[in-house]
């Protein structure tokens, strides 16, 4: 059983389209978090959820948007998408938040290609 | 604010060698400190971590990292490494007061030859 699943692994799009990247945990865990990984690799935070809350929320365009409609999911959609949003998205879910030091558990990123 | 260095881009050890990979951090008291390793096409996965106690932590895949206060830095160690540790490590940062998220170095490639 996947602990952290994200539909689709794979998504090429053209610019200005809108998409959406889901995420799903079976670990009954509290938080949730997404994560950018650029070109070279560099991971970021983006969103962090704790029981349907949002408690993360970086500087990131307003285009993107996350929804959690419950505690084992959290997607996130994108509107009007630009070249520099081409990554690898990583969702991640952990029991509690972070400064319990809880390990974190992520899923197997999304590749956004963006022509 | 925290922040991680690592400052190896990419390093190559012969498969059996010894491995040591560095981790700097710069934060004003004593932060939460992990090593993860991605391979290649893979999400991250926790290899160990440090709150407090004994400075020389123990993980999985026969992984250990010392924590050094004096120096900052977490630096992670493996005494012979296998062609299947050939991965991304990312060593990251969280403070334990407040500000809930983890900061990630920008990794180290680690290449295995045989």
């Known amino acids: 059983d996947t602990a952290v699943s994200q539909t689709p692994k794979y998504l090429v799009t053209q610019m200005g389209n809108d998409k959406s990247i889901k995420c799903e945990q079976n670990?009954?865990?509290?938080?949730m978090y997404w994560y950018k990984q650029d070109s070279k690799k560099f991971l970021k935070i983006m969103f962090s959820y704790n029981n349907k809350e949002l408690i993360i929320n970086e500087t990131v365009p307003n285009r993107f948007s996350p929804k959690s409609p419950d505690k084992a999911h959290l997607n996130l959609h994108i509107n009007s998408l630009e070249l520099g949003d081409s990554a690898v998205y990583f969702c991640a879910s952990s029991q509690d938040i972070v400064t319990s030091g809880d390990e974190q558990y992520f899923g197997p990123g999304t590749r956004l290609t963006v022509t | 604010a925290q922040s991680v260095t690592q400052p190896d881009i990419h390093i190559t050890v012969s498969e059996g060698a010894s491995l040591e990979l560095r981790c700097n951090y710069s934060y004003g008291a004593t932060p939460y400190l992990f090593w993860y390793v991605q391979s290649p096409g893979q999400g991250l996965q926790l290899l160990l971590k440090?709150?407090?106690?004994?400075?020389l932590v123990q993980g999985i895949k026969g992984f250990e990292a010392e924590f050094k206060r004096s120096q900052s830095s977490f630096n992670l160690r493996k005494p012979s490494v296998h062609w299947s540790d050939a991965a991304e490590y990312f060593c990251a940062v969280a403070s334990p007061f407040g500000n809930e998220k983890l900061t990630f170095g920008t990794g180290t490639r680690l290449t295995i030859i045989p």
């Open positions: 670990l009954g865990h509290d938080t």
């Open positions: 440090y709150f407090s106690g004994d400075t």
